[in-house]
T-cell receptor, first 115, second 116 residues
């Protein structure tokens, strides 16, 4: 058990809909990372937060947004969903922040299926 | 800028034989390097990490990796494969404290298949 909790584990929805994925980092970890894993793109970095502030953006679509709350949990919002958004979304946390991340602790992921 | 290339998308071995998963990296600064393992329907778990100490790094479950700066490689090895080693393995590079992007960059992954 990594100590990182992601909900929901599975989500099935329709195109055009909006979903929210939630992540609770390990106790004490200030950094949260979101990754998207799909068969064709591999593991893609989406966005990172450190102690409530956005610190880095990767290949995140404009239809996606995220935030980290004062209690350090994070949410990833996916809107106007398309079939291609179907993927496994991972949250990871680490105790170190910029500029040098330490070990990442991963949740078990949220599997999103868009029909 | 940094990048990581896992040279094999699939590696197939027999149980009890050695494992070699290859990884080459590119980084403008002295990097930290990691190997993670992902079992089916699970999150990623750290196997081992290199952070500029000893170049031969020992990890969990009998895995080890050697950092070779001259070859920009960080290959993962295990003397004897076990059926439970069947999983996806990711090589990861993070920049050192000198700067650059501080986001860990993941390789595309290598699927290790272990035959009985």
């Amino acid at each position: 058990d990594s100590g990182v909790t992601q909900t929901p584990k599975h989500l099935i929805t329709a195109t055009g809909q909006r979903v929210t994925l939630r992540c609770s980092p390990r106790s004490g970890d200030l950094s949260v990372y979101w990754y998207q894993q799909s068969l064709d793109q591999g593991l893609q970095f989406l966005i990172q937060y450190y102690n409530g502030e956005e610190r880095a953006k990767g290949n995140i679509l404009e239809r996606f947004s995220a935030q980290q709350f004062p209690d350090l949990h994070s949410e990833l919002n996916l809107s106007s969903l398309e079939l291609g958004d179907s993927a496994l979304y991972f949250c990871a946390s680490s105790e170190e922040g910029p500029p040098t991340p330490g070990e990442l602790f991963f949740g078990e992921g949220s599997r999103l299926t868009v029909l | 800028a940094q990048s990581v290339t896992q040279l094999d998308s699939h590696v197939s071995v027999s149980e009890g034989t050695p494992v070699l998963l290859r990884c080459n990296y590119s980084s403008s600064y002295s990097p930290s390097l990691f190997w993670y393992v992902q079992h089916p329907n699970k999150g990623l778990q750290l196997l081992l990490k290199y952070t500029s100490a000893a170049t031969l790094v020992k990890g969990i479950n009998g895995f080890e990796a050697e950092f070779k700066k001259s070859e920009t490689s960080f290959h993962l090895t295990k003397p004897s494969a076990h059926m439970s080693d069947a999983a996806e393995y990711f090589c990861v590079v993070s920049p050192g404290q000198s700067g650059g992007s501080y986001i860990p960059t993941f390789g595309r992954g290598t699927s290790l298949i272990v035959h009985p």
